[in-house]
């Protein structure tokens, strides 16, 4: 009797198909892992690699960012612009394209990879929404620790009550709803609110008030949005604390700040307070030279993941309460046309925006009365508007999920919340930290929440790196053979 080695196909699940997934899984394809490998990637809704970003609209939202910077392959910086003319020709990298267009090409690049891999990968394709995620009784999740073939480290658990068995998971489960102020309960239920505006469209209809709470970039596109949706006008306000609309991007070149970066990590050491003075001087610097502000916001977004680990804990909750408006604000931009046509919307006074605070609303017939308190100022303030959209974006803490999977990850300890409410703790290749402080083995995070650690990783640049980052490790062959020993 001899014996017979069989590869068992390793089973990696990527839960979630929107940027990231989606992403993970076209690098796997394309790095042709050496061995069996299946790919199953899920998601609850019905197109793969779109996610709420880059999905099919009414109104053609635009990327915020060029088209020569958009690519998924970081080793072929125009392939986004390559896909984007063969639909539209005159296309160049300094446009910004439709986000939609964009969803197509994450669609395109995850199909291309999958039809040139090898027939030993396989990716499949689920439509469902997981509840959880459970370890497999016997494995271990320390690090240190591999599954051995056959016995599958994780049950993962469909909503419709199928079990599926994993070797690795990949949790990609994107941006998560808005939080809620206080204030907005009185609204809850009512059609006059939307809670929020990725996940049913808000409408406009023509001759009414709008009051968008948040200034920032969905702001930004649900006035766009609502202003070409209404043949008659519709009169926007909209509030923030600080009352900041993000600047216009630029055509700049960034050409890299060598000599620089020394003194933004030693300042990152000490306190923000310094960070802040040492970027401002960065800023001068550029300035002075003849560049453009947003080259040194590069400079400190690039190294944003080893600035924010080196600032203390006290000095990082300084920085979200004092400094993060500012900085948001001029990192995250918005194209010229965007910004040309708000302007063109408050010069008819069609568009307003107020730095304040809302104090409280009161449903009367079609109208909603709110009340507010401009910045710096006792005095209260009323507006009355049909409707009210939240536009604050996502709510990145864990802690006040209202997901199922989040909150079962949670409570079994297998993810752990970081203490300042900006997502889940992660290791070396966003590895899940565990409630007792330990990376999983072969239970990975990737999406906006990768900020508890890293700070910048909302946008496609941040999170690219990841994907590619992950998808290597993934690939990389483990230390122990998974094989399985068959008596022939
Ligand atoms: C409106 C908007 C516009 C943006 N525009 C730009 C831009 O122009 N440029 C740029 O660089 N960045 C942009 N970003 C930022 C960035 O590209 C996105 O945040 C990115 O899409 C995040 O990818 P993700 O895969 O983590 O999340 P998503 O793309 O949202 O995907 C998450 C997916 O997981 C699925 N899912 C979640 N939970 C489950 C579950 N339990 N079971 C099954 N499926 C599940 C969801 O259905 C979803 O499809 C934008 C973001 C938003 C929200």
Redesign the pocket.
Known sequence: MGSRVTHLPRTIII???????ALVATNLLRLSYWRPLSVVL????PRMAR???YAERAHPYL???PAGR?SVNSHDPLDFLKFAQQRLRAATADDFLP?SLYGEYLEASLLEAELASPPHLRLSRLQ???SSIERSGGTSGASGTSAIGGASAFRVKLEDGRILSADDVVL????PPPGQLPATQTLLGSPRYVADP?SSAPEFPAGETVLIIGTGLTMADAVIAGAAASRDKVVFHAISRHGLVPPSQTAFRHAGCEGDSGALLRAASFSAKRLVRAVRELTEDVQLRGGDWREAVTCVRNLAPALWQRLPTRERKRFLRHVRPYWDIHRHRLPQQTLAQLEQLRREDNFHVHAGRILDFELVGDYIRVRWRPRGSDEVKTLLVNRVINCTGADYNPTRSR?P?VLSLLAQGLAAADGLGLGLRTGTHGALIDSRGRPASHLYYI??MLRADHWEC????E?RGHAERLAHHLATPVAKPMFALERA
């Open positions: 839960v979630g198909a929107g940027f990231s997934g899920i998601d609850r809704a996610g709420a970003a990327l915020n960012v958009m986000r469902a929404t997981v990609a489960l994107g941006n990725w997901d999977l999406g906006p909302t946008a496609a640049q999170l």
